[in-house]
Every structure is written in C-alpha cells, then in structure tokens.
C-alpha cells in the first residue's frame, strides 16, 4: 500500500479560513484514481475542504529536492 494513502489514517490535514477558524481536509474521492488507487500514485492524494472546496496535494519528495 502506498504511504500515501494511509496519511488520512495517521494525520488530520487542516487549514485555516480568513474567519479564523480551522477546517479539516479529507481525502478526495471524485477523481478516477479513487476507482483504481494504483493509477494515481504517481499524481498523489488530493485532500478537499467540504466547507469551501481548498484542495491540496501530498505528494512524496524527490530524493534530489532539498529538504525543508
């Protein structure tokens, strides 16, 4: 299983609205990839805001990109 995937599981992703408070992102499942997951690893998991439709992507970081 790809790590990935199982961030939603070991992680809460939030973000934070202009009104102050804190919304939490759940994994997208609206693209193709979600019927067949292997598809997508390459791509990423997208998490989604149900409040106002943010989205973000977590993807794996190269190996040469440098580290935060």
Avoid: I, Y
């Avoid at 292997?38 to 977590?58: I, K, L, M, P, T």
Wanted: aromatic share 8%; proline share 7%; charged share 30%.
């Amino acid at each position: 299983m790809n790590d990935l995937f199982t961030a939603d599981l070991l992680r809460t992703f939030e973000h934070r609205h202009s009104d102050g408070s804190w919304q939490t992102m759940e994994p997208s499942h609206h693209d193709p990839a979600s019927h067949d997951p292997e598809a997508g690893w390459a791509d990423g998991v997208v998490f989604v805001c149900r409040s106002c439709d943010e989205q973000v992507r977590v993807t794996h970081r190269e190996a040469d990109a440098p580290k935060p």
